[in-house]
T-cell receptor, first 112, second 108 residues
């Protein structure tokens, strides 16, 4: 079986800081995603990538950059952390089939 | 407007009781799925169920496309069922649209 790994698990940043979150998968999945989860709300799509070096904006892309330099990895950058921001960022990957969708365990961000 | 609405928002059960979670969606879909998230944990796919009824152990999912609704039935609930259940629509490139979830607590 494969695994999808997110690092770091916890991230504390300062206001205005640039922060990078990483995600690796060994399923050989083509498509990878970054979602943001806020307390009491559903997940919202930030960026996704359908293949190496591809980037597509989701509903919440403002304030973020992403990079897919290899098929197996997808990184997300918070360009300028907002004070008191607190959220969980979830990475996922999938095949073309809707039934094969796997999430990482998340990176918990706190900005002080 | 909100595309995926789940009800109830939260639910408390005594162990052994059954639960019915509802999902209504306002757009046409490519497929719909149910995910489970333990507090502080990652998401696990329970059902990929674009239409009809599927069962896995004590869980049953029923999707009626023309009525734009799906339900998740949990029978004989256990404390380990506690967590958040998310109804999810998927569109092109498997982009997912999530409902806000139903938070379930099962008490011993």
């Amino acid at each position: 079986g494969g695994i999808i790994t997110q690092t770091p698990k916890f991230l504390i940043g300062q206001e205005g800081q640039k922060l990078t979150l990483k995600c690796q998968q060994n399923f050989n999945h083509d498509t990878m995603y970054w979602y943001r989860q806020d307390s009491g709300k559903g997940l919202r799509l930030i960026y996704y990538s359908i293949t190496e070096n591809d980037l597509q904006k989701g509903d919440l892309s403002e304030g973020y950059d992403a990079s897919r330099e290899k098929k197996s990895s997808f990184s997300l950058t918070v360009t300028s952390a907002q004070k008191n921001e607190m959220a969980v960022f979830l990475c996922a990957s999938s095949t073309d089939s809707n039934s094969d969708y796997t999430f990482g365990s998340g990176t918990r961000l706190l900005v002080i | 407007g909100q595309q995926v609405q789940q009800s109830p928002a939260s639910l408390v059960l005594q162990e052994g009781e059954n639960a019915e979670l509802q999902c209504n969606f306002s757009t046409s879909l490519n497929s719909m799925q149910w995910f489970y998230q333990r507090p502080g944990g990652s998401l696990v796919s329970l059902f990929y169920n674009p239409s009809g009824t599927k069962q896995s152990g004590r869980l049953t999912s029923t999707t009626v496309i023309k009525e734009r609704r799906s339900s998740l039935h949990i029978s004989s609930s256990q404390t380990t069922d506690s967590g958040t259940y998310l109804c999810v629509l998927s569109g092109s490139f498997n982009k997912l649209t999530f409902g806000a979830g139903t938070r379930l607590a099962v008490c011993p």
